[in-house]
């Protein structure tokens, strides 16, 4: 979707709403980085979470609630990073007041929600892309070039891997807040394998467990989910999702064509061996910050081109929604251990 109102001469005013590590990430790349934008408001429940982030920049004004901050008509555009389960009213609200919308993923817990968001985006007619870095990394997006150039013939399979360092909080965990492990994590991946196969999920299958950290199943959590999938193009792939890798951040994809394999990702953060007589030793990457920090900064930039020249973003409602429904539909998989139809979840 485009915006109907470009702003071509002036910066981008932008305001951060939800102060926790995603919402800090954004609001430091908008202050610091992104040239033709300019963090001018915060708004977060906590008043001294609010205060303490707005002091390290000039000229940031902190609001008490969304309502306040959305009445100021100097606001250009919002990123919204409030907890997954609130983004349906603070999106649909941010329309209404005529805001151009970035969303941290995913757009909701459940599909009615989001098209509620999207119905209310596009009769406002606001911008409104969603978060998924990947699409603006360096690896990534050499490889989509790739296979658009053709340079592994037709691609055929995809194995997607991504493994955080350590659990998150049990809070957090709980699906009513956060969807899952497979919502909360996995959707970078869906949404990663439909862009490079070029192709939508048809049908998902899977496994998971929790034998790292069983706490997490007092939540309705697990720590680990292994998901096989089927294209609409007969392709093939799985996704593996894990909050258990002790050893650092290790995110993968490899896709797996007639003519040739790209693999994307790397472990060693530092481009430095050591090697003794107990082996050869290097560092890892440690967290999502180090490893896709240029990312980050890159997709806001894009937001902010998109809303200067009217143009339509590259992550699409569409694009959120899809990854969104075989998420759920993985879930679905992972609770009732069976094969699911992405498009019977509706």
């Known amino acids: 979707m485009s915006t ?17 590590r995603m919402g800090q990430v954004y609001g ?18 906590r008043p001294e979470v609010t205060g303490l982030f707005a002091d390290q920049f000039n000229g940031v004004r902190v609001y008490p609630t969304v309502a306040a901050l959305l009445e100021q008509r100097d606001i250009d555009a ?17 329309a209404e007041a005529g805001k151009a919308i970035f969303c941290e993923k995913p757009t909701a817990l459940t599909l009615a929600a989001t098209d509620e968001m999207i119905h209310a985006v596009e009769k406002a007619g606001v911008l409104f892309q969603v978060g998924f870095m990947r699409r603006f990394d360096k690896g990534y997006a050499a490889a989509r070039a790739r296979i658009e150039a053709g340079e592994i013939g037709q691609p055929v399979m995809i194995r997607s891997v991504g493994r955080d360092p350590f659990p998150t909080s049990l809070d957090y ?17 869906f949404d990663a394998v439909r862009w490079l196969m070029q192709s939508d999920i048809a049908r998902v299958y899977t496994e998971a467990t929790s034998l790292v950290y069983p706490e997490l199943q007092t939540v309705g959590d697990v720590d680990t989910a292994v998901i096989s999938l089927r294209f609409a193009n007969e392709a093939v ?8 890798a002790i050893y650092g951040y290790d995110i993968q994809c490899e ?7 790209l693999h994307i990702g790397y472990l060693r953060e530092t481009p430095l061996l050591l090697m003794n007589k107990a082996g050869v030793h290097h560092d890892v990457v440690p967290h999502f910050p180090e490893r896709f920090g240029p990312a980050y900064t890159a997709q806001i930039e894009h937001f902010v081109e998109c ?7 590259i992550v699409t409602p ?27 979840v509706r």
Do not use: W
């Not at 965990?173 to 991946?189: E, Q, T, V």
């Not at 792939?237 to 258990?244: A, D, I, M, Y």
């Open 78 to 94: 919002v990123i919204v990073a409030t907890p997954t389960s609130t983004h349906r009213e603070v999106v649909i609200a941010a």
């Open 255 to 261: 896709i797996v064509g007639t003519e040739g394999t």
């Open 173 to 189: 965990a709980n699906p009513a807040m956060s969807g899952g492990l497979i919502i909360d994590m996995g959707i970078h991946d």
């Open 4 to 20: 109907t109102n470009p702003h071509t001469n002036s910066k981008i005013k932008v305001a951060v709403i939800g102060l926790g």
């Open 307 to 313: 809303l200067r020249q009217g143009k339509a973003p």
């Open 28 to 45: 430091t790349h908008v202050a610091r980085q992104i040239d033709g934008a300019s963090l001018v408001a915060v708004c977060d429940m």
């Open 318 to 344: 569409q694009d959120a929604r899809a990854a969104l429904q075989a998420s759920v539909a993985a879930t679905i998989s992972q609770h009732e251990g069976r094969i699911v139809y992405v498009d019977d």
């Open 237 to 244: 792939g799985n996704v593996e999702v894990s909050r258990t």
